[in-house]
């Protein structure tokens, strides 16, 4: 693989390019929050002509110079595609990059295929998020108090860790972004994707837990789901055996027969 460089939208974005690279029906990978493209190599491996990014914000690649969207990225990844003239690509992405690949191919349909594991993009509802807003409301008044000043950011910590939200913890300047992409609800949109959509999910993901994954097969008209046991988040490297069975399967077979495909 090779490291390369392109400005796009003024920011200068790094990617890995594979040595057989071909524009038409490329896989690009999407990695997930405060992730980059090396930390998906492992499954890099287990392909061939693709193109893996460090998204703006991510690894080598320039920071937005104001708070992006997800509408904001995909039209940062319609742009890549443009310059690189990548047409009909199959999308691989993780959470964050899961997202990103579901809001591209609700907005554009020029995608053949997308493989995505436990992707984002159903906003989190229920107990934890209403408190998490009850103590945030408290806790925004009572860091108002000069009384507690020195203890602001251990407050702030705790607050985060209590509701384990360990990616906004640890965003740093990235925050701002975080808090626009986490309010990105994509239940709608996902009726509208027409290419076919495989999810892959641990079944012990903490993370983004599994019934997510159901509610997303509900909603999209083409997908299959494929749990792999023993494995959270990250399943490629939970399970990697039995993550490249899948996968390599799913990149390679004749998605004109999708619908008579049962994976095992």
Request: include cysteine; proline fraction near 3%.
């Amino acid at each position: 693989m090779h490291m390369k460089t392109i400005i796009i939208n003024n920011l200068k974005t790094n990617y890995l390019q594979s040595s057989s690279f071909q524009a038409h029906g490329c896989k690009v990978f999407l990695h997930g929050w405060q992730s980059q493209a090396q930390h998906l190599s492992s499954i890099l491996l287990m392909t061939d002509n693709y193109i893996a990014l460090d998204l703006p914000g991510f690894g080598g690649s320039e920071q937005p110079t104001h708070a992006w969207s997800l509408a904001q990225y995909v039209d940062f990844l319609y742009t890549f595609f443009q310059a690189l003239n990548i047409e009909e690509p199959i999308l691989v992405g993780h959470s964050f990059g899961g997202a990103l690949a579901l809001k591209y191919c609700s907005d554009y349909k020029d995608c053949q295929q997308a493989v995505l594991i436990a992707p984002a993009g159903i906003r989190k509802k229920g107990l934890k998020v209403s408190i998490y807003w009850v103590i945030a409301k408290i806790f925004k008044f009572l860091l108002k108090l000069s009384l507690i000043e020195v203890f602001r950011n251990q407050i702030r910590k705790m607050l985060y860790r209590l509701i384990d939200s360990r990616d906004y913890l640890e965003s740093g300047s990235m925050k701002a972004i975080y808090q626009k992409v986490i309010r990105a609800d994509l239940s709608q949109a996902l009726a509208g994707i027409d290419i076919e959509v495989h999810l892959i999910w641990g079944r012990q993901d903490r993370e983004y837990p599994l019934k997510y994954g159901l509610q997303m097969q509900a909603l999209l008209e083409k997908s299959q789901l494929h749990v792999i046991d023993q494995a959270g988040h990250f399943p490629w490297l939970d399970q990697p055996k039995k993550f490249k069975q899948i996968f390599t399967k799913l990149i390679s077979y004749d998605h004109q027969k999708f619908n008579s495909y049962s994976p095992k």
